[in-house]
Nanobody
Framework: QVQLVESGGGLVQAGGSLRLSCVAS????????MGWFRQAPGKEREFVAA???????NYADSVKGRFTISRGNAKNTVFLQMNSLKPEDTAVYYC????????????????WGQGTQVTVSS
């Protein structure tokens, strides 16, 4: 079993920045991708960004140029730098692990953290 713990959410004004972190522990895999998803009230969970084992990345169109995903040297940590935040970025952000695929894709994530709330005020 894999445990994921997110941190770094909070309240920020539009145009501001936040940095989310996620640490994976427990059962490890040889090569796996990690990603960020978000869910706003009344909406389905949606893909935000992903990073593969070798550092390849994938972003949702809505966050390209504003968000940057990166991975720690130990590979079990993933970060999401969010700049130029907008009110529509308000959501609970979830970290996920894709154990079956080493490259950054938008689906197929098996394990999830508890989520961290990001609120952007206008």
């Amino acid at each position: 079993q894999v445990q994921l713990v997110e941190s770094g959410g909070g309240l920020v004004q539009a145009g501001g920045s936040l940095r989310l972190s996620c640490v994976a522990s427990g059962r490890t895999f040889s090569r796996y991708a990690m990603g960020w998803f978000r869910q706003a009230p009344g909406k389905e969970r949606e893909f935000v960004a992903a990073i593969g084992w070798s550092g390849d990345t994938n972003y949702a169109d809505s966050v390209k140029g504003r968000f940057t995903i990166s991975r720690g040297n130990a590979k079990n940590t993933v970060f999401l730098q969010m700049n130029s935040l907008k009110p529509e970025d308000t959501a609970v952000y979830y970290c996920g692990v894709d154990q079956d695929y080493a490259y950054a894709r938008t689906f197929g994530y098996d394990y999830w953290g508890q989520g961290t709330q990001v609120t952007v005020s206008s």
